[in-house]
């Protein structure tokens, strides 16, 4: 009985190595399957603010009607992390089609921002400064990847994304903005073992307008459309299952 024990567990792990193999067998290329990465690196946003107005009338001696609202800020340059994971889906022995989401924990540097206030005429009334930084940024995106060998991966990346942009200052309340848009991106993984692997990669985000209403301590709300840019460089490492 123990003779018959013994030989069939020896064929359930035969059976188990053997459909591992095949599995691995049906690989359209070493490329395919799962991967998780981290990676580390240099970003920079570029903020694009549009002029606004007031939601509070001016004062009859300030000619009345709502301030106007010009702005401006400094580019936000910053170190950055990525947390990414995903899956390639073999297409032939030469090509992948990737899908994979990422994050970027933490918040960026800080930059500084100034507003000015203006009457309907033109003549400024108040001026103010303010800080703002981004955070809570991601991505879920397309990775169409060309299989160089076994050791090498070229691809490019196309998806959606997302972050949070937190403003604050002596005369602004703490508020955020959520800003989402497309990004754009290349890269290349190169092998270093059997399943650990360098890569490094370039993004570019472009982030769509949104309307932004942010509020003074004095109770008076500014509105005004928000957008921007961001660009990072990547460098890192990654597990190939």
Same mark, same amino acid.
């Given at each position: 009985?123990?003779?018959?024990?013994?030989?069939?567990?020896?064929?359930? *792990?035969?059976?188990?190595?053997?459909?591992?193999?095949?599995?691995? =067998?049906?690989?359209?290329?070493?490329?395919?399957?799962?991967?998780?990465?981290?990676?580390?690196?240099?970003?920079?946003?570029? $903020?694009?603010?549009?002029?606004?107005?007031?939601?509070?009338?001016?004062?009859?001696?300030?000619?009345?009607?709502?301030?106007?609202?010009? !702005?401006?800020?400094?580019? @936000?340059?910053?170190?950055?992390?990525?947390?990414?994971?995903?899956?390639?889906?073999?297409?032939?022995?030469?090509?992948?089609?990737?899908?994979? !989401?990422?994050?970027?924990?933490?918040?960026?540097?800080? !930059?500084?921002?100034?507003?000015?206030?203006?009457?309907?005429?033109?003549?400024?009334?108040?001026?103010?400064?303010?800080?703002?930084?981004?955070?809570?940024?991601? =991505?879920?995106? +397309?990775? $169409?990847?060309?299989? *160089?060998?076994?050791?090498?991966? !070229?691809?490019?990346?196309?998806?959606?994304?997302?972050?949070? *942009?937190?403003?604050?200052? $002596?005369?602004?309340?703490?508020?955020? @903005?959520?800003?989402?848009?497309?990004? +754009?991106?290349?890269?290349?993984?190169?092998?270093?073992?059997? =399943?650990?692997? @360098?890569?490094?990669?370039?993004?570019?985000?472009?982030? =769509?307008?949104?309307?932004?209403?942010?509020?003074?301590?004095?109770?008076?709300?500014?509105?005004?459309?928000?957008?921007?840019?961001?660009?990072?460089?990547?460098?890192?490492?990654?597990?190939?299952?």
């Amino acid at each position: 009985m123990k003779t018959v024990k013994i030989s069939a567990l020896v064929l359930a *792990i035969a059976g188990v190595f053997a459909t591992s193999a095949n599995a691995q =067998s049906a690989k359209a290329n070493a490329w395919e399957g799962a991967y998780g990465q981290v990676s580390v690196g240099y970003a920079q946003f570029t $903020p694009k603010i549009g002029n606004g107005t007031t939601t509070q009338a001016l004062p009859p001696s300030l000619g009345g009607g709502f301030a106007n609202v010009t !702005a401006t800020a400094n580019n @936000v340059n910053t170190g950055t992390a990525n947390l990414a994971a995903g899956y390639n889906f073999g297409i032939g022995s030469d090509y992948v089609l990737g899908v994979g !989401a990422s994050y970027y924990p933490g918040a960026s540097s800080s !930059a500084s921002a100034g507003f000015t206030f203006t009457t309907q005429g033109g003549t400024p009334i108040q001026s103010g400064n303010a800080t703002y930084n981004v955070k809570n940024l991601y =991505s879920v995106f +397309l990775t $169409p990847g060309y299989v *160089i060998d076994k050791d090498r991966l !070229a691809y490019l990346k196309v998806g959606y994304t997302g972050a949070t *942009i937190g403003l604050n200052g $002596p005369t602004l309340a703490y508020s955020t @903005v959520g800003l989402s848009g497309y990004n +754009l991106g290349l890269g290349y993984k190169q092998m270093v073992s059997q =399943s650990l692997y @360098v890569l490094g990669e370039f993004n570019y985000a472009s982030f =769509s307008n949104k309307t932004t209403t942010l509020t003074q301590t004095t109770g008076v709300q500014l509105t005004a459309p928000f957008g921007g840019s961001g660009m990072d460089f990547l460098v890192g490492l990654g597990y190939r299952f």
